[in-house]
């Protein structure tokens, strides 16, 4: 509580993109109410990015340049390392390790450096005693990481779901309000700056991988899996798809969820999914993120807000040099490494719950009598099921909503439908989010 | 980082109602969730209630049972009190007093005794170095508290707007729902025990500023200030204004606000709003609280959960619990009592926006023409207009709602409003929050 002498928190900041230059502007513009609220002045003393000589819009002239970003992990006059330069391997990766082992804490925004190294530096920042924080690795102007944490600790935690990539939310919610299709709204997205010159990464799924991964470790105490993550991207998707999914009640969104099963085992899953309009999920709407958690005691909490961009990437760097300030100190994950279990993990084929599905048929009579033999074979009933688009020689669109039934039974039962000679395209499957 | 070694950190639980008693079950059920969370145990070891043989349903064979609560803040096998009696004076306040002068932590959920003595407790907190904190207080399961002084404090809060009270808001969503009137709603909640005997503090809207101070506090960094608050409470609404608003794409729900305006004032106001259907907070329904804040940086966030009951208010208090175990300590309101400002004070006159304005009226020509002069006199300009009920010898109603205007102007033209011999009531004016 020794907030009346005023101390000095030193950062040394690798990396002027958005995320550097955007944790600069906060620090200068918002200077007064960060010493006023830890006792702590925090300034960048040291900083290095790619290009020297590039405007960013930010004065460096009282800070040290260095030219190489690993220098900031033996800097003497830097007691925290922000490391704002992102990848998954070095410069990023040597310099978090550096920094660690000689006793520097470390704030990063580095999601794909943390869900494919976080076990080893958890255990390097215990054992340097050198906190490494990371709010902004996911869902930036979401205090998520601080929320599971901390605010949501006392509980269990038996799932977690969030829209957790501002590119695909953007492009869904574009696709459904204009009709377009996704290749239209991605170009778009592109020309706006919403969307990266290679895409994969956002519209394929795997960034909000990353940081369901994360998000997983905080709830369940357990070790960042990468590696047991079903990941399905939103690039099938149709300006129909999303229609259909209205006229049923919902909306499609890009879910990453990761859910303790009752045997134990934890499902890490992104897919789209509908979310029926009454599930907070389903008004999360543009480049907005939002994460829903169940917890035993809690119940449910949901929180919304920008997922990215400088500000509030920024915002979530500068509350964890503030905890640094005010001497927050704990285990990356919550849990110490070595507790960090190593749980058996499930697969898509272990989701349990309602499908949409769609098929693409040829429009003579009969497709649904071939249809339906299989999917009762594989114990799958018919809630609904409408046909669409029913003009002279043109293909027609099947879409059925399936009782409670498991990822297995859909995706044997599509195998044999994908063979069907009347099935023009692979059947798309998109989970019911019923909560 | 010394998660190691097992240490103990011990509660004296003051109150075994709904929060007590589930402070208790929660802090047995996850025992060890808690334990390898904190690597503390988190025990009761002394309790208090007014009934000792009562049955909660909890085993308190392990526990000591003290017969004065005051006991507790002086226990030997005390380390942290948990105060969970309620009421804004004795006991409470002098367990919480006499625990802190102690040197004892204190663990609260009673926003009536920190919106009214928050910074005398402040500073004893601080003077005896022990922590007072008090999660539970404000939206039970949304660990909003933690959200403002932590995870956005990097921000300047310019606004928060909050459905902080369950009550309310399943009143109002059920009226909304069954077209029922206030007062049938308010009896049925009552059997449902969803409302209190004496439902003053919550649907008059006491309650929710009790709240709302305190978050304002934490948000502005001033001194909790209970007396300047304009608070409305829902029971002038009938089933037609929520019928209405609807037709203009709103629903109406009680909102605390705080707000800082330009000239620096604080604006504290508890009123019902009409909520346009774009904004998060028209969707939080029935007993759930829903909080949006708008932060310089980070741009709005927002939160909803339940606000109240067992399991989300023993939630917070054990996340509190685990912060101690982990060593946090701050001051109360996120800095020192002494630095907190005594902001001058805004009330609902200085509101700026677009209002709702009913008006009850005798059905014969000329009504309209009486009141738009009025209106012109005081710059309120009509947006739109409806009238609705026109049958035989009945009253009408009046709809209006108004381009942007203040609060001031607003209370002025209907003050001469209800003098005219054709209106019939008070004019209702809910203001339109248009975030």
Redesign the interface.
């Known amino acids: 509580?020794a907030?009346?002498q005023e101390k000095t928190l030193r950062v040394g900041l690798a990396g002027l993109g958005t995320v550097g230059a955007?944790t600069f502007k906060?620090l200068q513009?918002?200077a007064d109410?960060?010493t006023?609220?830890t006792g702590v002045r925090i300034v960048v003393t040291a900083v290095n990015a790619r290009n020297k000589g590039k405007d960013r819009g930010i004065d460096l002239s009282s800070v040290e340049w260095v030219d190489n970003p690993i220098d900031l992990a033996s800097h003497p006059d830097v007691d925290v390392v922000v490391e704002a330069m992102g990848g998954e391997n070095d410069p990023a990766l040597s310099l978090v390790k550096t920094a660690l082992q000689n006793g520097k804490s470390v704030v990063t925004a580095n999601k794909a450096l943390l869900a494919h190294h976080g076990v080893d530096l958890s255990r390097l920042s215990?054992k340097h005693?050198a906190?490494l924080m990371f709010?902004a690795a996911v869902a930036g102007?979401?205090?998520i990481i601080?929320?599971i944490r901390?605010?949501?600790?006392?509980?269990?935690i038996s799932g977690l779901y969030g829209i957790m990539n501002g590119t695909c939310n953007y492009i869904l919610t574009t696709m459904e309000r204009t009709g377009e299709s996704f290749s239209d709204v991605l170009e778009e997205a592109q020309k706006l700056g919403y969307a990266e010159a290679d895409p994969t990464l956002d519209v394929g799924g795997g960034d909000s991988g990353h940081k369901l991964v994360l998000l997983g470790a905080l709830a369940f105490?357990c070790q960042p899996d990468y590696q047991n993550l079903s990941v399905e991207g939103i690039d099938r998707l149709s300006a129909e798809d999303i229609l259909i999914a209205g006229e049923f009640g919902s909306r499609i969104k890009l879910i990453g969820q990761t859910v303790k099963l009752e045997d134990g085992r934890i499902l890490q899953m992104v897919s789209p999914c509908l979310v029926p309009r009454t599930s907070?999920l389903a008004?999360v709407d543009g480049v907005l993120n939002g994460i829903l958690s169940q917890?035993?005691?809690?119940?449910?909490?949901?929180?919304?807000?920008?997922g990215a961009g400088e500000?509030?990437t920024?915002?979530?760097i500068?509350?964890d040099?503030?905890?640094l300030a005010?001497?927050?100190?704990?285990?990356v994950f919550?849990?110490?490494a070595d507790?960090l279990q190593s749980s058996p993990s499930a697969s898509r084929d272990d989701w349990t719950g309602e499908f949409y599905m769609r098929l693409v048929v040829q429009d003579r009579p009969g497709v649904i009598a071939e249809i339906a033999p299989i999917l009762r074979d594989h114990q799958i009933s018919i809630e609904s099921l409408i046909q669409r688009g029913r003009s002279a020689d043109q293909p027609v669109t099947i879409v059925i909503i399936t009782h409670q039934t498991t990822g297995k039974n859909i995706r044997l039962a599509c195998q044999e439908i994908a063979d069907l000679p009347s099935v023009l395209d692979d059947p798309l499957t998109l989970p019911i989010l019923k909560i």
Chains 1, 2 share one sequence.
Not at 150 to 156: F, R
Not at 295 to 306: K, P
Not at 326 to 331: E, H, L
Request: proline share 10%; no cysteine.
């Open positions: 509580m907030k009346n955007g906060i513009a918002n109410l960060i006023r609220r215990e005693n906190p709010e102007g979401i205090p601080k929320m901390e605010g949501l600790a006392a509980n269990n105490g907070p008004h917890g035993d005691f809690v119940g449910l909490s949901f929180v919304e807000g920008r500000g509030p920024a915002s979530a500068v509350s040099l503030m905890d005010n001497g927050v100190n704990g285990p919550g849990i110490p507790q």
